[in-house]
């Protein structure tokens, strides 16, 4: 284990996101093999968003993906990342699979700057979203094919609950994820609770997966669900008008994502329910805006 490039993947987590990538709850080990599998994620979607030239990011991608590549193949890896990684991959048994398919969504950010229709968009999402889920619960040792797709119902409800609240980052990057069939017939704010909707619906079947699971990964799962009903509930708070603002939750409400997502691994019920708002509408806080 290479300590200094697992420091590298701990330090990525404070990094742009909104979401608790791993509780203090969780064993240790684990905790460990999720942060370097959102480092890599992280450092893939940062190739493609913090060059404003896509030429740029489009050959730094195929060489962050070559990388990878000769990492499965048994090469030697120079990124603190890689490295890192290497000792999720081995133990685990991982494909590459999820990890180019992570790059080649990004490759496509550089390609495709809107989306005409929702299979459109899903299919975009299959390549960007659910890797993610398929690897966590890989790392878990959750083999089954029902669980597959419920997690990838919740991590496309992820995604699309962050598409939904960063419009404005979108499109100071040139692009939306907003629906342009939904934004001709809709308008923005159409638009965007249409995606909302859509990502509420999806993110509902992480109820199903987390009983599935044992207590400790069903807390990280409760986690990433309520996180992203947080998102939708203070999008909905701003009147579905992130074109103009970007809604953020308080940490008051984060702290309420986490009891919800205790009570919800210890089997006790779906969470508690603060006067004037659902679980996971006062269950707000702890998933969202980590500078909240």
């Known amino acids: 284990m290479n300590a200094a490039a697992d420091a590298y993947c701990v330090a990525m987590l404070r990094h742009y996101e909104n979401f608790t990538v791993a509780s203090r709850l969780a064993p240790r080990a684990l905790r460990r093999d999720l942060a370097r599998i959102y480092a890599f994620a992280r450092t893939t979607d940062d190739l493609g968003d913090e060059s ?7 050959r730094r991608l195929n060489a962050w993906r070559d990388e990878v590549t000769a990492l499965f193949a048994g090469g030697v890896a120079l990124h603190p990342v890689l490295l890192a990684l290497r000792d999720t991959i081995e133990p685990h048994a991982l494909s590459p699979k999820p990890f180019v398919d992570l790059i080649e969504a990004n490759l496509q950010d550089q390609r495709v700057a809107a989306y005409e229709d929702w299979p459109a968009l899903l299919a975009y999402c299959q390549l960007s979203a659910a890797p993610v889920g398929r690897l966590v619960l890989r790392v878990c040792g959750v083999d089954d094919h029902r ?13 699309l609950a962050n598409f939904a609240q960063d419009v404005s980052v979108d499109a100071r990057r040139g ?14 704010r159409g638009a965007v609770r249409a ?21 400790r990964l069903r807390l990280q799962l409760a986690l990433y669900r309520l996180g992203g009903e947080a998102i ?11 074109a103009k603002v970007r809604p953020t939750v308080s940490r008051r409400a984060r702290v309420q994502v986490a009891l919800s997502s205790l009570i919800r691994a210890a089997g006790l019920g779906p969470g508690p329910v603060a006067a004037g708002g659902s679980a996971a509408g006062s269950a707000v806080d702890m998933a969202v805006e980590r500078d909240g």
Do not use: F, N, W
């Not at 404003?52 to 489009?58: E, H, I, K, L, P």
């Not at 692009?175 to 923005?188: A, F, P, V």
């Not at 509902?204 to 987390?210: D, H, I, P, Q």
């Not at 939708?232 to 992130?242: E, F, G, P, Q, V």
């Open 52 to 58: 404003s030239d896509r030429a740029v990011a489009t």
């Open 175 to 188: 692009r939306t994820y907003l629906l342009q069939s939904e934004l001709r017939d809709r308008g923005k």
């Open 195 to 215: 995606m909302c909707e859509r990502a509420r619906a999806l993110l509902a079947s992480g109820r199903e997966l987390e009983a599935m699971v044992p207590p």
């Open 232 to 242: 939708l509930d203070a999008i909905a708070r701003a009147h579905y008008d992130t």
């Open 147 to 159: 669980a597959v797709a419920l997690s990838d119902d919740v991590c496309i409800g992820l995604q």
